[in-house]
């Protein structure tokens, strides 16, 4: 059964981007209860990372939490989030990294980029991103580019997107309210500014791949806690296999 219309597959196809209401199996209190539990759980069974606002030390991202989630596992991998984006790819969608971003109060932003680079192993893949908190122009909603999709854009040294690349694009806010999904490319260009509200703006960022090229979620996870143990000159906050995350180390 398919739950989207001919007019939002065209939009995607066109755009690099869909958004959608509804989609959610669980209410917004609820999905909230269960990131706020995710979050409490203990660096011995998922990846926390941490960054130092001008309030203290506080989480800018959990990952690898599916195994200990039977709610978020639900969520991401069997429920309408999961079909609308094998629909987009074209096959079955399978989950090839989970994360929460936190942007609590003085969080960091991120700088513009495209998410492919930072995935490897795989070729088509699909970046979703569903609104825990109501996410506003004040506390640092994804700025998208429409139609800018198609190829791989030139990248600095950090894995990010060149200032000529950027200046020369149009970027349009996404503001989100808790519970909406957006869907949207690997190649799609986005950005978000810090959090310079006086409340926090998580989000839930499940990332997928087609079922042809197999299932790589413990192989993501794998490469990435190693190049993560390996030493790096990179002088900041370390969330991503890229440089996009603009946070102070702690």
Request: glycine share 6%.
């Amino acid at each position: 059964m398919s739950h989207l219309t001919p007019e939002q597959r065209e939009h995607y196809l066109v755009n690099g981007w869909l958004l959608c209401d509804d989609v959610l199996p669980i209410s917004v209190g609820e999905l909230q209860a269960e990131v706020e539990r995710v979050a409490s759980l203990s660096d011995s069974e998922i990846l926390h990372h941490h960054e130092m606002t001008d309030f203290g030390a506080k989480l800018a991202r959990t990952e690898n939490f599916v195994p200990f989630s039977p709610v978020l596992d639900y969520l991401l991998q069997s429920s309408k989030v999961a079909e609308i984006a094998g629909e987009l790819l074209g096959e079955e969608a399978y989950l090839y990294k989970e994360k929460v971003n936190y942007k609590l109060v003085g969080g960091a932003g991120f700088r513009p980029h495209q998410d492919k680079p930072a995935y490897p192993f795989v070729d088509q893949v699909l970046s979703v991103m569903i609104a825990v908190d109501d996410s506003t122009l004040e506390n640092g909603c994804l700025d998208v580019v429409s139609a800018r999709h198609q190829v791989q854009l030139d990248q600095d040294e950090r894995g990010c997107l060149t200032t000529k690349v950027v200046d020369a694009m149009d970027w349009q806010p996404m503001p989100l309210r808790a519970g909406q999904t957006l869907f949207f490319h690997a190649l799609t260009p986005h950005r978000s500014g810090p959090n310079n509200s006086t409340r926090d703006r998580r989000a839930l960022y499940p990332t997928y791949n087609g079922a042809s090229e197999g299932r790589l979620r413990e192989k993501y996870y794998e490469a990435k806690i190693k190049a993560f143990q390996s030493p790096s000159d990179f002088d900041g906050v370390r969330l991503s296999l890229i440089g996009d995350f603009e946070g102070k180390p702690v």
